[in-house]
T-cell receptor, first 113, second 112 residues
Framework: DQQVKQNSPSLSVQEGRISILNCDYTNSMFDYFLWYKKYPAEGPTFLISISSIKDKNEDGRFTVFLNKSAKHLSLHIVPSQPGDSAVYFC????????????FGPGTSLSVIP | DAGVTQSPTHLIKTRGQQVTLRCSPISGHKSVSWYQQVLGQGPQFIFQYYEKEERGRGNFPDRFSARQFPNYSSELNVNALLLGDSALYLCASNVLSQHGYTFGSGTRLTVV
C-alpha cells in the first residue's frame, strides 16, 4: 500500500515558467513532509520541507504548500530553470518515527530551454 | 566536510552470492538508514540504526541484515542474492532528533 503518491511520473515545463509537482498521502500520522531532488548517478538531495503546523514554506524559487484536510502537498518552482531538470521525490515522516521516511515514486521534471 | 560516503559505487554479483555494502555517515551523525531504490520507484526503507541499535526495519526479507559500528559507520549485508535485488542501495545519515536525511551517492548492485 503506497502511503505517499506522486501520480505524475513526468512533467515538462518551459524555462521561466512555473513547475508544479503534486503529492498525496494516505497516512494521517504523517506530520512532516520533505521534497528531495535527484540527479542521475547521485543520491537524493534535500530541497525543502514543511511541518504539519504550517500550510506554506518558501525558500527562494521553491515553495511547498500543504493542504492537510486533502492530504495533499505541492512543490512550486518559479521560475523554472534547465538545471532544475531532475527527479523530485515527495517524502513524509511521523512524529512517532522520525527515523522512517517514506518516499513517493518520484516525478521526473524536464525544463525545456 | 565529507558527506555520506558509500562503497563500492558499483558491484556485479551472481545469483545466490552474498554482498556487503558499506557506509560512513557525516561526522557527528549517529543515525544511519539504508534504502533500496529500484529503477522507476522511490527509495524503499530497509533499516535504521542509531547507536548500534536497530530502530526500524522495513518490509524486507531476513536475507537483508545490517549493523552499525562504534564509529557510526554501517554495513548492509544481503545473502542469497536474487535478480530482484538489483537496485541502487542508498545510505543516509541524520541527527536523530531532526527530520530529513543526507544521502550518499549509493551503490549500484547488479545481480546476474
Amino acid at each position: 500500500d503506497q502511503q505517499v503518491k506522486q501520480n505524475s511520473p513526468s512533467l515538462s515545463v518551459q524555462e521561466g515558467r512555473i513547475s508544479i509537482l503534486n503529492c498525496d498521502y494516505t497516512n494521517s500520522m504523517f506530520d512532516y513532509f520533505l521534497w528531495y531532488k535527484k540527479y542521475p548517478a547521485e543520491g537524493p538531495t534535500f530541497l525543502i520541507s514543511i511541518s504539519s503546523i504550517k500550510d506554506k514554506n518558501e525558500d527562494g524559487r521553491f515553495t511547498v504548500f500543504l493542504n492537510k484536510s486533502a492530504k495533499h502537498l505541492s512543490l512550486h518552482i518559479v521560475p523554472s530553470q534547465p538545471g532544475d531538470s531532475a527527479v523530485y521525490f515527495c517524502a513524509a515522516s511521523a512524529r512517532t518515527s522520525y527515523d522512517k521516511v517514506i518516499f513517493g515514486p518520484g516525478t521526473s521534471l524536464s525544463v525545456i530551454p | 566536510d565529507a558527506g555520506v560516503t558509500q562503497s563500492p559505487t558499483h558491484l556485479i554479483k551472481t545469483r545466490g552470492q552474498q554482498v556487503t555494502l558499506r557506509c560512513s555517515p557525516i561526522s557527528g551523525h549517529k543515525s544511519v538508514s539504508w534504502y533500496q531504490q529500484v529503477l522507476g520507484q522511490g527509495p524503499q526503507f530497509i533499516f535504521q540504526y542509531y547507536e548500534k541499535e536497530e530502530r526500524g526495519r522495513g518490509n524486507f526479507p531476513d536475507r537483508f541484515s545490517a549493523r552499525q559500528f562504534p564509529n557510526y559507520s554501517s554495513e548492509l549485508n544481503v545473502n542469497a542474492l536474487l535478480l530482484g535485488d538489483s537496485a541502487l542501495y542508498l545510505c543516509a545519515s541524520n541527527v536523530l532528533s531532526q527530520h530529513g536525511y543526507t544521502f550518499g551517492s549509493g551503490t549500484r548492485l547488479t545481480v546476474v
